[in-house]
């Protein structure tokens, strides 16, 4: 800026002939200042020296600012998100004004990521918080960080937090890139990046899986490179395998490992690190310069040694014996409605009722707590929102708080006072497990896209390993989800038993498993019951080999069970008035010797059915195979069997049963602000929204248990949705509900009705639940 230019002068007066006086300078035509002249020229010269100071200065080069850059809010996968800007210590979020694929571009390598898929204006992934640092943005996408672009400059922007713009980035990383958490990263003497860590076995172990044990080894400029354990402590271990899967750490035979690594030629990092045990990443420890740098020889200690404790499900199996004579405790913590080992909702036991934890102030501590908990690693992402679909019953946490240390979840501290939270804010985890090898052993071939083919494992036959495909024979959709789970594919949308639309490897034609049969909580199809080496299949493989199709998402159907204690009645009705309710098989065996002019006692209840998963419940038939049928005349019935209502004894004896044989589903009403999608009417689509319930009230046809030859007495009163797994669900377990029942004769009282999985008790009072056997297909 050039400053203003003040001239201070004297006048100087020039006096013509014939004027005299002190006041004769003050004439007008008598004077002359010289000083304004004089002023300016220097003035002139002031702003010609002025113009060349600010060219000058321009032409100086500028300081980048230094900021972070992190995706974040509702994101999906890791490589998606709000992108959120680090400057001056302070997170904030981009505006999505101007903002366009080339500053996308930027954003995404400088995550280390090898470019932009898309970006997504309006906070598709929902409203940040704290500053808008940057407004208008314009790359050219060779710019090495989003702060070279221009823009209004940090902090000037008009923008409201619902414009918040977010990235999707190719999953493939750039080659040698260093990646580190740095917002979290404490470095004492410079800006260290990890790019990446593992476990390396001794020839010895590594064919053991999962592998516990080893030299830590950290990648560094592409090069694998040893830590030296002069400054290393039990914390950065702990860091270690939690990240790899692991709860916890233990001791190891130090002897052996200085004697292997004697022997061994050594690369050793430059750094030291100083874990405080809660992290959940190496890379966000505090880093710090190490005296022994390069190739030096670590004198005075050896290469880090790390050994993990792997969590129950991936330990040794136990002894049956062992399993018999000592039943594993109640958990406190389980997850729910994930569709890949090691997530799901997260849900805690409190006066022997399953309920959730809400997300306010849920963070990656207190997942990690979870994770370790359930015998698992650190966790990967804390997820809000209700992410893995909404849970049933109370809020039992809220605004949960954990140092990382906890043995349990319910140590942590949290606001008894749950008011305010809905199931729409129920927490959950993504966990870091341990790396099994499974995907190695299954694939799916010839599908359209990665999520569907034809299921081929490799076995071994002849002593070589060979691929082959499973037989289809009694292949449902739970043999298709422990498939899709074991591939991190998710959940199963559909199971096929003829697969001839895609043709696979030719090579892999012939079966090679047959009789599979899961229970669903299988990490791998090679866990199921299946014939051996003597296989059977009658149909063979070929157009008959077994494929599926697997999703992210999932339906999930839970039962109203409060409004079925509350419309259960007895109603005798005359049978001339059951005609059609007996074609379609509603009636107990003994109404068809029954007189026109007889009665039938039917316990008729309202049953209001919630899809709380994450994705729409469609009847597995299309339009086409859907069936009218001519004595009621209302609407197609899409599914055969969707619900089966039963009455048992006290042993668990059917004495009674109702029966759907077909079920028209649609949205009856809707959570607010979801609108209704499915309608029966008018041979309209079929389905259950997510957020919706599908009603049948107590006086339609069909509704009812026929209980005429029921003797009084105690009972049990069972209602199971979608009984024959037709359709993919993320949680079968909250399918069944049942009520305890007292019959008189005259009157009928139910009471104590609960869904499946909702109390402590379940696995005793429900058996089968946990293996999804609710029934044998």
Not at 110 to 127: F, I, N, R, T
Not at 134 to 140: E, I, K, Q, R, Y
Not at 306 to 325: E, M, Y
Request: neutral net charge; glycine residues 10%; aromatic residues 8%.
């Amino acid at each position: 800026m050039c400053f203003l230019c003040v001239c201070v002068c004297v006048c100087v007066c020039v006096v013509p002939a014939g004027f005299h006086g002190s006041d004769e300078c003050t004439h007008a035509h008598a004077c002359v200042c010289v000083c304004r002249i004089m002023a300016m020229v220097s003035c002139s010269l002031l702003s010609v020296m002025c113009v060349l100071a600010v060219s000058f200065a321009q032409s100086e080069p500028k300081t980048p600012a230094q900021i972070q850059i992190r995706l974040a809010g509702d994101k999906r996968k890791h490589y998606e998100g709000r992108v959120e800007v680090n400057y001056n210590g302070e997170w904030g979020t981009v505006c999505d004004d101007d903002f366009d694929i080339s500053a996308a571009h930027v954003v995404c390598r400088e995550l280390g990521y090898l470019g932009a898929v898309a970006w997504y204006p309006s906070a598709k992934y929902g409203k940040g918080e704290g500053h808008i640092w940057l407004d208008n943005v314009h790359c050219t996408g060779r710019e090495a960080s989003l702060a070279d672009c221009l823009s209004n400059g940090f902090g000037v922007s008009d923008c409201r937090h619902t414009e918040d713009v977010g990235v999707v980035c190719t999953q493939k990383r750039i080659p040698g890139f260093h990646f580190i958490s740095t917002s979290s990263n404490d470095v004492e003497t410079l800006d260290v990046r990890v790019e990446d860590v593992r476990i390396r076995a001794t020839f010895s172990q590594r064919k053991r899986i999962p592998i516990t044990e080893g030299f830590v080894e950290v990648k560094d400029a592409g090069k694998w490179r040893q830590i030296c354990d002069e400054w290393w402590s039990p914390m950065n271990s702990r860091i270690v395998c939690g990240m790899h899967g692991f709860p916890g750490e233990k001791g190891f035979n130090t002897r052996s490992y200085r004697l292997l690594s004697a022997r061994r030629k050594k690369n050793y990092w430059g750094f030291s690190v100083n874990c405080t045990g809660n992290e959940a990443h190496l890379s966000t420890c505090r880093m710090g310069k190490h005296r022994l740098m390069g190739n030096s020889t670590c004198a005075r200690g050896m290469p880090v040694v790390v050994s993990c404790v792997p969590g129950r499900l991936f330990a040794p199996s136990q002894s049956l014996g062992f399993r018999k004579a000592y039943r594993p405790e109640q958990p406190l913590v389980r997850l729910r409605g994930g569709g890949n080992l090691g997530e799901g909702r997260v849900e805690v036991l409190k006066g022997g009722v399953w309920g959730t934890v809400c997300d306010d102030n849920w963070d990656l501590r207190a997942a990690t707590v979870v994770c370790r908990e359930l015998g698992f690693g650190t966790a990967k992402e804390a997820l809000t929102g209700a992410r893995l679909g909404q849970g049933m019953g109370p809020v039992h946490m809220n605004e949960v708080e954990c140092s990382g240390f906890e043995k349990s979840l319910t140590e942590c501290y949290f606001n008894r006072d749950a008011l305010g939270c809905s199931h729409e804010e129920d927490a959950a985890v993504r966990c870091n497990v341990p790396a099994m090898s499974l995907r190695s052993r299954l694939r799916l071939s010839g599908g359209r896209n990665p999520y569907e083919g034809r299921v081929e494992v490799l076995v071994e036959r002849n002593g070589s390993m060979v691929w082959g495909t499973v037989c289809s024979e009694n292949w449902g959709m739970i043999e298709a989800m422990v498939v899709c789970r074991q591939l991190g594919l998710g959940f199963a949308s559909h199971a096929f038993q003829e697969t001839w639309y895609w043709p696979g490897d030719v090579s892999a034609d012939s079966v090679v498993m047959s009789g599979v049969r899961c229970s669903g909580t299988e990490m791998s199809l090679a866990q199921c019951l299946h014939h051996g080496k003597h296989l059977s299949c009658p149909k063979g493989g070929g157009r008959f080999a077994a494929g599926v199709s697997c999703s992210d998402g999932a339906p999930d159907l839970v039962l109203n069970a409060e409004l079925v204690e509350h419309t259960t009645y007895l109603e005798d009705r005359p049978m001339y008035m059951l005609q059609c309710a007996h074609e379609e098989n509603c009636l107990a065996s003994s109404a068809a010797m029954a007189d026109t002019s007889s009665y039938r006692r039917l316990l008729r209840f309202s049953s209001q059915i919630h899809n709380n998963g994450r994705a729409d419940f469609r009847p597995k038939a299309g339009q086409h195979a859907w069936i009218w049928h001519e004595c009621h005349r209302r609407h197609y019935h899409s599914m055969e069997v969707f619900t089966h209502y039963d009455l048992l004894s006290l042993n668990g004896t059917r004495v009674a049963e109702g029966h759907k044989a077909s079920f028209c589903l649609e949205d009856t009403e809707c959570d607010e602000g979801i609108p209704k999608r499915y309608a029966c009417a008018n041979f309209g689509q079929q389905g259950i929204t997510v957020g919706c319930w599908d009603t049948y009230r107590h006086d339609i046809d069909c509704q009812w248990i026929d209980v005429t030859d029921v003797k009084p007495g105690d009972y049990i009163f069972q209602v199971v949705i979608n009984p024959n797994y037709e359709v993919a669900e993320s949680d079968y377990t909250n399918n069944i509900m049942r009520c305890q029942c007292r019959y008189d004769g005259y009157r009928i009282w139910t009471y104590n009705c609960h869904t499946g999985g909702s109390r402590s008790s379940d696995v005793n009072e429900f058996p089968g639940i946990m293996t999804n056997q609710l029934q044998r297909r």
